[in-house]
């Protein structure tokens, strides 16, 4: 086939996003494809029809923009069929507020608020964690331990963002669960727990090489592993996610609590997708084909 990886963009996950449109590229390759790398700036619309003339295109974008339903709205403009969700799921996901408010029938998630001003007040006691409303990377984030740190951070990150979420903080192990669409059927592949070095995972441990530790599976009970799993099927079908996507969340006392869904993960080196993969015995290409296969033409 002839596919366009779209890559780059214009959110503050740039970076993030061109190492990983660069892993997709050498995959597609590698399989076989004919493969135009795209890097998306602020002329993209100047270059939009031209991607008429591929068979696919492969979404490597992060955060706004390329995460958030816009492009995915561009492409079925012009009726080019591209990788993961559709416009709704991918604008819902990107919310977070809009998120909590679809899943929270279905699945635990902390307790939250949304606020526009700064404060000093948490109605879920201190520590708490203040987050952007809508962001990727865990960029912004911040786990207040008290009413200074809140009033700072919120000042901060309201001047970016005019709207952040304030949530109850739960202290447990970070989990996170991917799923793919194979054979018809939405599988989930090993689950991965993240036992950052930093208090937790933030951009740095994200990306930053020996900065947090992977393991794969994660040591589950029988009846964790089912609540994981129920819960992150039931939020990627609430959320009328396609094809693939990364689901994260807090265990704690066997309860799972949700927190976000990425409906493009990271396909980085260090990203926890790919990571995923390995334990189930897939190749990077092996993913990347999955995840071609996933898309009705």
């Known amino acids: ?19 990983s449109g660069e892993n997709v590229v050498k995959a597609l390759k590698k399989l076989g494809h004919e493969v135009v790398p795209i890097d998306v700036k602020e002329d993209f619309f100047l270059v939009l029809p031209s991607l008429k003339q591929f068979d696919l295109v492969f979404i490597a974008l992060h955060g706004k923009f390329g995460e958030d339903g816009t492009v995915q709205a561009l492409l079925d403009w012009i009726g080019v069929p591209y990788t993961g969700s559709g416009v709704l799921a991918s604008a819902l996901c990107f919310d977070k507020l ?20 700064p404060t000093r007040e948490s109605p879920f006691g201190f520590p708490c964690v203040l987050k952007p409303r809508r962001e990727g990377s865990s960029i912004g984030v911040h786990i207040c331990d008290n009413a200074e740190e809140l009033e700072h951070y919120s000042q901060i990150e309201l001047s970016l963002y005019g709207e952040l979420v304030l949530q109850r903080y739960v202290r447990g192990r970070e989990l996170t669960a991917s799923l793919i ?19 937790f995972y933030d951009y740095i441990a994200k990306y930053t090489p020996n900065m947090t530790e992977f393991v794969l599976p994660a040591p589950l009970t029988e009846e964790e592993y089912r609540a994981v799993c129920e819960s992150c099927l039931k939020a990627f079908k609430a959320c009328e996610c396609k094809g693939f996507a990364r689901i994260d969340g807090i265990l704690k006392d066997g309860i799972f609590y949700f927190l976000e869904i990425n409906t493009i993960p990271g396909m980085t080196d260090l990203s926890d997708m790919p990571a995923s993969a390995r334990a189930a015995g897939m190749s990077f290409e ?9 898309v009705r033409r």
């Open 1 to 19: 086939m002839k596919i366009a990886v779209l890559m780059g963009g214009v959110s503050r996950e740039r970076e993030i996003s061109l190492r």
């Open 98 to 117: 809009m998120t909590y408010r679809i899943v929270e029938k279905f699945v635990p998630v902390p307790e939250y608020t949304v606020i526009d001003k």
């Open 181 to 199: 669409e194979m054979d018809g059927e939405l599988r989930i592949l090993p689950i991965l727990e993240l036992r950052p070095r930093r208090r």
């Open 286 to 294: 092996d993913l990347i084909d999955a995840i071609v296969k996933t």
